[in-house]
């Protein structure tokens, strides 16, 4: 299932999210992880010493952090990009890439609710075309069997109507209360 939600990520009571970085190298990580890393600035410490960097673009590892942290598994995903310029095709590839592994690492850790932000890669790709790669992702994935919720939140009222009319034209049936069957 997916939640579509106006809020903050860093607030959500999912036992996982997923945060981005440059997998490049160790301090080039996005702003949802820096917040992360200024509310729980010894998980964030703790995760920086446990990720085994280069992670190559799209590519997404699993971190559960010991010290005290909102969530108890960390998705550190490497979207962002500095070095290469990438085309609008190849921003998406990463953006479906990372989510997808996002994902089966959340349901091999037995994961029930996974937050996550739109994932633009730093902004490096628009809102809309993210949220369509993401909602490509989320479509076929077959987690009827699991009890995996992906809890998507957007930071305003505009940002939530966009992600459930891309949701709708994905073909993603929209019950009462925000939840997405998939």
Known sequence: ???I????????????????????????????ARA?????????MEIEDEIRYPIRLGRTVAIHPENESGFP????????NHVDTLDEQRKAAMVRSA???????AIGHRVRQLATAPMT?????ELEPALAAMMSVLKPIGVAHHTLTVV??????????????????????????????L
């Open 152 to 181: 998507l939140h957007l930071l305003s009222q505009e940002h939530t109507r966009l992600a459930t009319e891309i949701a709708v034209r994905h073909g993603i049936d929209l019950p009462t209360g925000g939840r997405l069957s």
């Open 1 to 3: 299932m997916i939640e």
């Open 73 to 80: 598994l960390v998705l550190i995903a490497s979207t962002l």
């Open 99 to 105: 989510l997808s592994e996002a994902i089966q690492l």
């Open 121 to 125: 890669g730093g902004w490096q790709l």
């Open 5 to 32: 939600i106006q809020g903050d990520v860093l607030t959500s009571d999912a036992d996982a999210v997923i945060l981005a970085i440059d997998g490049a190298k160790r301090g080039m990580e996005g702003n949802i």
């Open 36 to 44: 992360y890393a200024r509310r729980w600035p010894d998980a964030w």
